[in-house]
């Protein structure tokens, strides 16, 4: 078994541009990049705000071989996504792979190098999907005709319709590029997707499977079946237009009243350390030191947990520091899932009060969602992607918008300022009541 996995690439894709770079540099200038939707008319929803991701900052036909492009026409927005997100890791992690040409020697051997990415239940695009639809109308009536849809409607759809929907095809892309021959999966635990798709990473290296491994998580709920469900959910903010989109989500504030959306998430590249080291990797951000998950017992209809203190939470947070060999006193700040939804935020509150005790109103956090939206499946990516650059700067970013903290926390807004940063704590709770933790340490 090895001990040690090293995160040495960062591959972040938000609202805020694509590559930890500008991630890193709006939020230590606690810039928020939520804006009115465009990629759907969000007129008729009573939150009409996201952190969309501006077609000036991505474009996946840029980031993909010349000879891969015409796949492209199958990428779904998540998978689009997956593909900015790895090509941003392996480019940070100096990684040479067979994206650079077929006749590049790769820099991890195909068969050590693996891929799990988190994902979400991807929605068809509309206009594809209404296209076939309106030609199954019976003939009298002009209504739609369930039978006539089952019987030859559905022969409307393009022929690989179905590829651009299957939540795994974010993985399957990602490893064709890059030639990632190793162990490979995909999870689909809403919010705590990215961080157990980690986790399931770092085990695979540790047992000896794989050298390296592209791991994290997208998504895109920027659609109206997404939008709608996160709606119906009680986990949107009610903001129509006109309202200051900079100040909408306040992550852990007795004024809390939900999240906006977010499009992306990222991938990082998590190596063993006897790789890392015989490479000469081009950086190392940290080591992830501990990794655990864990399941609420219940949650209600809208996929909050019952387990109103926070049990299971805190259950992965112990577990997570256990398996770090970590101290409590020694996590020096912690990336919540913070997002803004009071009873979620409640729940996790108490859940770093049980395990921190007095010190948790001490600990500085990060928050992210109100910069750049729930990224959902990605979120966790995101908040690792934060915390480890975090250690590597001695830097604690910005934090925006709360101004009266829940129960102590040190989460009220805050310039960017160095700090002395031995460990971090990351933590997902997804809806549906799935928990997962993650101890970043110095390397």
């Known amino acids: 078994m090895r001990t040690r996995t090293l995160i040495t690439g960062l591959g972040p894709i938000t609202a805020l541009g694509v590559g930890i770079d500008m991630l890193w540099a709006g939020l230590c200038e606690g810039r928020s990049a939520i804006r009115r939707i465009t990629r759907l008319d969000p007129s008729g929803f009573p939150c009409q705000y996201a952190g969309e991701i501006p077609d000036e900052?991505?474009?996946v036909k840029s980031v993909v071989p010349k000879s891969y492009r015409k796949a492209t026409k199958v990428m779904a927005r998540d998978i689009e996504l997956a593909v900015g997100a790895a090509a941003a890791a392996v480019a940070d992690a100096g990684l040479i792979t067979k994206a650079a040409g077929e006749d590049a020697t790769p820099t991890i051997p195909p068969?050590?190098?693996?891929?799990?990415?988190?994902?979400?239940?991807?929605?068809a695009e509309e206009d594809e999907l209404t296209a076939?639809?309106?030609?199954?109308?019976?003939?009298e009536g002009g209504e739609f005709d369930l039978k006539h849809w089952g019987a030859t409607g559905m022969q409307n759809l393009t022929p690989l319709w179905l590829l651009k929907y299957l939540p795994n095809m974010l993985a399957c892309h990602v490893t064709i590029i890059h030639d990632c021959e190793g162990p490979s999966n995909t999870i689909t635990c809403a919010e705590a997707s990215a961080m157990l798709s980690i986790g399931e990473s770092q085990r695979a290296i540790q047992r000896g499977a794989a050298d390296a491994c592209l791991t994290g998580g997208a998504e895109c709920k920027l659609n109206t079946m997404g939008h709608?469900?996160?709606?119906?959910?009680?986990r949107l903010a009610p903001a129509k237009e006109g309202v200051d989109a900079a100040t909408i989500v306040k992550p852990f504030d007795r004024a809390a009243n939900g999240a906006v959306l977010g499009e992306g998430g990222g991938l990082i590249v998590l190596e063993a350390e006897d790789s890392a080291r015989a490479r000469n990797a081009a950086r190392t951000y940290c080591e992830l030191a501990g990794f655990a998950a864990s399941q609420s017992y219940s949650a209600d209809a809208t996929g909050t947990e019952i387990d109103e203190q926070g049990e299971s939470i805190s259950d992965a947070i112990q577990m997570a520091l256990e398996a770090a060999k970590t101290r409590p006193d020694?996590?020096?700040?912690?990336?919540?899932?913070?997002?803004?939804?009071?009873?979620?935020d409640r729940i996790e509150s108490h859940a770093i009060r049980k395990v921190f005790c007095d010190r948790a109103g001490r600990i500085p956090l990060i928050t992210t969602i109100a910069n750049v939206g729930n990224?959902?499946?990605g979120s966790g990516a995101v908040s690792v992607a934060a915390a480890a650059m975090a250690l590597k700067t001695q830097t604690m970013p910005a934090r925006i918008n709360t101004h009266h903290a829940i129960d102590g926390l040190m989460a009220n807004a805050a310039p960017s300022h160095s700090a002395k940063l031995r460990a971090a704590l990351v933590i997902s709770t997804g809806m549906g009541g799935q928990n997962a933790a993650v101890v970043l340490r110095n390397a």
């Open 57 to 59: 900052l991505f474009d």
């Open 111 to 123: 068969a050590r190098f693996g891929c799990h990415i988190g994902a979400g239940l991807i929605a």
């Open 132 to 139: 076939a639809l309106v030609t199954s109308r019976a003939v």
């Open 228 to 234: 709608l469900r996160q709606w119906f959910a009680r």
């Open 330 to 344: 020694e996590i020096d700040c912690i990336a919540p899932f913070g997002s803004g939804i009071a009873a979620v």
């Open 375 to 377: 990224t959902t499946a």
